[in-house]
């Protein structure tokens, strides 16, 4: 329901009040404070505080070596620590001229795009939960398994990631890992359907979801947000096609965009690009090439002095890593410019006169990762 | 509304020359007639001219993307950030990150300021050097609300005082900090 629009003129300051959603706040999804100035059922003010979760990844970088800081990254963005692995090992091998084997950068971006499914299955999942829908996450959470399961046959662990190396991979992909993802890739379209026809579809779900939460482009440009926040104003705007890095430029898929700027356009984005992840993954399949997975690395890494810049498309958007160096064997700088923050910072102008269930349903939609705030 | 490269070089070789503060920039701005713009070809960015981190050899530089990760490299004087700030507005671009780095051997810090074009591929870097012992700048969070907290958490991260800015309390961290943990003297 859209508030109406006089709100602000009848708000009496005496008669607000404040609520304090989390930081223990099973919609807030982990470790995030919002302070609500509330006038009765409308939000007059949504201030978020994070930080409660800040590890100060950046002075760690600050204080170990560069192969050191790598497990680090996958401990940001939880649930799709993949991509972290990638922009920090693309950042390095773009500061010492590293040659990446074809077949690791192919298995990078299967892997990648693996973790992009599973990132987006727990959003759907815990999203739809906040919406009142329950049996969603035991179908989602299976399917998620079962990329687990195969992440964890070829990397070692089973969320916080830390396969790529400087150079490559640390261990090649097995038969079994290729015809696990084959089966997977088969069993995943249906279900996909399936959760069209059952959620997406329901009336329910886009009475809760339509017209709600509305983020226009230029409000996105204005708050640097990104990823399927943007392309649900209708941008399409994604660093694998406007910055292409490893092997995507020689993948064909597209990149959905949907013009309406409400949540369910964020919805419908992050749907649709679970079915374009299944095609690069296939193809990736298709082209992977032989040969090693690990290119030629110095064993003591000295950058040459200066900045270099990174960015990948991770599943909340643009991640950025800048590293600086100067010229030692440990990091002088690692800035972490990760999509959430950006993302969340919007809330407060985009959530103004919203009902609270609704601010909710907003505030889902961002598709938050707690970590990847505070960092 | 989407710049070319070099429309937005240029028109930073503008600013440069026309608001240039010599005094205390590390940055060698020349004045005169002539335009003090060098613009870097990607073979002398290969060749490393752009990797000093120090002070860079001339303000306005394209570089060579797959090289460095952005296109144009920009290095203004403080009182320009604002400016330069709204000329990237103007032009579509979008506010990427706002980040220091500490100089300590310099007795410098340098702000970044990262951007982006969402319907291009154009990636511009804004950077600045500021005294380390009274580091002070002027907030873009009236142009870009975005940085508002981008400057909170370099405020946080490097004790850099945006001036203007609304509202300055620690954002990541806690509400009582009075240390600043980005600082190359920092000790916990």
């Not at chain 1, 400087?166 to 359907?193: H, S």
């Not at chain 1, 779900?205 to 990823?227: M, N, V």
């Amino acid at each position: 329901m859209i508030a109406p629009t006089d709100i602000p003129s009848r708000t009496n300051p005496q008669e607000t009040f404040v609520l304090n959603l989390g930081p223990q706040h099973p919609a807030a999804h982990g470790v995030l404070r919002i302070k609500m100035t509330m006038d009765g059922e409308y939000v007059t003010r949504a201030e978020p505080i994070p930080g409660y979760i800040h590890r100060m990844h950046e002075k760690m970088g600050e204080n170990r070596t560069w192969t050191q800081f790598l497990p680090n990254t996958g401990r940001i963005d939880y649930l799709s620590a993949l991509h972290y692995n990638h922009a920090f090992v693309g950042a390095v091998e773009r500061a010492a001229r590293i040659e990446v084997p074809p077949r690791a950068e192919y298995i990078r971006v299967i892997t990648s795009e693996l973790n992009r499914i599973s990132s987006h299955l727990v959003w759907w999942s815990a999203y739809l939960l906040d919406l009142g829908g329950f049996t969603p996450l035991l179908y989602a959470f299976a399917d998620r398994e079962k990329i687990l399961d195969l992440l964890e046959a070829i990397t070692g662990s089973r969320l916080t990631y830390c396969y790529f190396r400087f150079g490559g991979l640390c261990n090649d992909i097995d038969d079994a890992f290729i015809q696990g993802t084959r089966a997977f890739v088969a069993q995943m379209r249906p279900r996909l359907k399936m959760y069209r026809d059952l959620v997406t579809d329901n009336i329910i779900l886009r009475k809760r979801l339509e017209g709600i939460g509305p983020i226009s482009a230029e409000l996105c440009r204005k708050y640097g947000a990104t990823g399927p926040v943007l392309r649900g104003a209708g941008i399409a705007y994604d660093v694998r096609k406007v910055e292409p890095y490893s092997v995507y430029s020689q993948l064909d898929f597209h990149i959905p965009v949907f013009p309406e700027g409400d949540s369910m356009a964020r919805y419908r984005v992050r749907m649709a690009e679970m079915e374009q992840s299944l095609r690069i993954i296939e193809q990736a399949l298709d082209k992977l090439p032989a040969g090693p997975v690990m290119g030629k690395v110095p064993r003591v890494l000295r950058l040459p002095a200066g900045d270099y810049c990174y960015a990948v498309e991770a599943a909340r958007g643009r991640h950025m890593v800048r590293v600086v160096s100067d010229n030692k064997d440990i990091p002088y700088r690692v800035k972490l410019r990760t999509p959430s923050f950006s993302n969340l910072s919007l809330y407060e102008e985009a959530s103004k006169g919203m009902m609270l269930p609704d601010a909710l349903a907003l505030l889902g939609s961002l598709d938050l990762v707690i970590p990847d705030i505070d960092r | 509304m989407i710049p070319s490269l070099e429309q937005l070089a240029e028109r930073f070789s503008r600013l440069v020359v026309t608001n240039a503060v010599p005094s205390r920039s590390p940055l060698p701005v020349t004045t005169g007639s002539a335009p003090p713009v060098a613009v870097a070809t990607p073979a002398a960015a290969a060749a490393g001219q752009t990797a000093a981190p120090t002070a860079p050899p001339c303000p306005v530089q394209t570089v060579d993307y797959p090289l460095k990760g952005y296109h144009l490299d920009v290095s203004i004087s403080p009182r320009q950030v604002v400016l330069a700030a709204e000329i990237l507005d103007q032009n579509g671009f979008a506010l990427d990150t706002i980040t220091g780095v500490d100089w300590i051997a310099q007795n410098e810090m340098e702000v970044v300021y990262d951007y982006f074009h969402p319907l291009s591929v154009l990636r511009v870097v804004i950077r600045t050097r500021i005294r380390r012992d009274n580091p002070e700048i002027p907030t873009i969070s009236p142009v870009f609300p975005g940085a508002n907290w981008h400057e909170r958490e370099t405020h946080d991260f490097f004790g850099i005082r945006f001036s203007g800015h609304p509202d300055l309390t620690p954002l990541l961290l806690p509400e009582d900090a009075d240390y600043h943990p980005l600082r190359k003297d920092f000790t916990a």
